[in-house]
């Protein structure tokens, strides 16, 4: 009986670690979320307040785009290797 009340606790030790947290509990919040948050609100500042015209080369092409756009794109590109990367490593180990 000792036996099986001790595996039992183990279970419900188990059960409590691994279930959700409840509706309405406190929960912390990672830093992660709010340096993702400041990074997108200042790219869209800097995005926003360069509209101007440029040309951008890609090696053998050649276009006239709204910087808005040539920002637009590099910053989606970052995010996504910034993204890819770490879970890219983490498969090969």
Do not use: C
Not at 42 to 52: C, F, M
Not at 69 to 80: H, S, T
């Amino acid at each position: 009986m000792n036996e099986r009340s001790a595996r039992d606790e183990r279970e419900e030790r188990t059960a409590r670690e691994t279930s959700p947290p409840k509706p309405g509990g406190r929960r912390r919040r990672s830093w992660h979320l709010y340096a993702a948050i400041a990074v997108v609100i200042i790219a869209a500042i800097i995005i926003l307040q360069n509209s101007q015209s440029v040309d951008v080369k890609l090696l053998f092409a050649e276009t006239n785009t709204p910087l808005v756009f040539a920002l637009l794109i590099a910053f989606a590109l970052g995010a996504l290797t910034g993204w890819l990367l770490p879970r890219v490593r983490r498969d090969k180990h």
